[in-house]
């Protein structure tokens, strides 16, 4: 079982910066996939990003703004999310999955291929 806890959501002004967190339990985080999504009010949830064995991933809405990446040895997943627009208010979401059953460009892309699911973090953006 993997537990996930996220942090680092809030309110910020468009143009500005938030880092999220999410810490995962569990001794072989390096070989889990991890996304990030999120679920505005109203909209199905969507990928925002993945970091796997086949590399990272990014929505077109966020490429160029959003970062996404890994510190295995304090077991978290960061989303550095840069020049934030108020469309980008949303809550935020993270997700880890065994990485061996997909692979490529996107591989671990949706909703339903991933195993555990954070509680999620709210980021709003004002204008």
């Known amino acids: 079982q993997v537990q996930l806890v996220e942090s680092g959501g809030g309110l910020v002004q468009a143009g500005g910066s938030l880092r999220l967190s999410c810490a995962a339990s569990g001794r072989t985080f390096s070989s889990y996939a991890m996304g990030w999504f999120r679920q505005a009010p109203g909209k199905e949830r969507e990928i925002i990003a993945r970091i796997s064995g086949s590399g990272t991933y990014y929505a077109d809405s966020v490429k160029g703004r959003f970062t996404i990446s890994r510190d295995i040895a304090k077991n978290t997943v960061f989303l550095q999310m840069n020049s934030l627009k108020p469309e980008d208010t949303a809550v935020y979401y993270c997700?880890?999955?065994?990485?061996?059953?997909?692979?490529?460009?996107?591989?671990?892309?949706?909703?339903?291929?991933?195993?555990?699911w954070g509680q999620g973090t709210q980021a709003t953006v004002s204008s």
């Open positions: 997700a880890a999955a065994k990485d061996h059953r997909y692979s490529g460009t996107y591989a671990y892309t949706r909703v339903g291929q991933y195993d555990y």
